[in-house]
T-cell receptor, first 117, second 113 residues
Framework: AQTVTQSQPEMSVQDAETVTLSCTYDTSENNYYLFWYKQPPSRQMILVIRQEAYKQQNATENRFSVNFQKAAKSFSLKISDSQLGDTAMYFCAFMKFQYSGNTPLVFGKGTRLSVIA | DTGVSQNPRHKITKRGQNVTFRCDPISEHNRLYWYRQTLGQGPEFLTYFQNEAQLEKSRLLSDRFSAERPKGSFSTLEIQRTEQGDSAMYLC???????????FGEGSWLTVV
């Protein structure tokens, strides 16, 4: 079974600064996807960024980028130019690729990020 | 474009009562997922459907929990004889089989008193 570990329960960052959230995972699979989801207080979970394991290039989405180290099974999220609206719980998640349809997401326990003005 | 809709958003019930949550997925999404999330924790997988077929159930889903997706459209999650440990947010999500992006609803909060 796959597991996802987020070792930072809480983090804080000054606005306009950069912060990195850590995630490690354990799997014996070779084909899979990794995700970072954001859950603002009392609001729904939304996708921040996605990485396909077969791609060596790290994914980027505007101010969000990842550092994907497949051999180390590490998948960190970097948020540049942090904004107050980035305050949220951030979840790292794993999905196994299957031709018959991908498996459900497996989530880590989350990191609570606070952006301070 | 409507997203994943969940009802009710909040439910307070007495221990021992039955509760039912409904999820309406994004139109044409053939996959539908249920997760449970407690405060300060990540979502835990409960079960998922492909069209009307229930493909997998987690060990977390005791025999007091049942989920259905008649006709492959909306889904219901029923909890019988609720216990205080059932207090959590129940998240529904949907996707297309061939896509890896899963869309979440806003969740249904359950408080058992």
């Amino acid at each position: 079974a796959q597991t996802v570990t987020q070792s930072q329960p809480e983090m804080s960052v000054q606005d306009a600064e950069t912060v990195t959230l850590s995630c490690t995972y354990d799997t014996s699979e070779n084909n899979y996807y990794l995700f970072w989801y954001k859950q603002p207080p009392s609001r729904q979970m939304i996708l921040v960024i996605r990485q396909e394991a077969y791609k060596q290039q790290n994914a980027t989405e505007n101010r969000f980028s990842v550092n994907f180290q497949k051999a180390a099974k590490s998948f960190s999220l970097k948020i540049s130019d942090s904004q107050l609206g980035d305050t949220a719980m951030y979840f790292c998640a794993f999905m196994k690729f299957q031709y018959s349809g991908n498996t459900p997401l497996v989530f880590g326990k989350g990191t609570r990020l606070s952006v301070i003005a | 474009d409507t997203g994943v809709s969940q009802n009710p958003r909040h439910k307070i019930t007495k221990r021992g009562q039955n509760v039912t949550f409904r999820c309406d997925p994004i139109s044409e999404h053939n996959r539908l997922y249920w997760y449970r999330q407690t405060l300060g924790q990540g979502p835990e997988f409960l079960t998922y459907f492909q069209n009307e077929a229930q493909l997998e159930k987690s060990r977390l889903l005791s025999d007091r929990f049942s989920a259905e997706r008649p006709k492959g459209s909306f889904s219901t999650l029923e909890i019988q004889r609720t216990e205080q440990g059932d207090s959590a947010m129940y998240l529904c999500a949907s996707s297309l089989i061939v896509r890896n992006t899963i869309y979440f609803g806003e969740g249904s909060w359950l408080t058992v008193v």
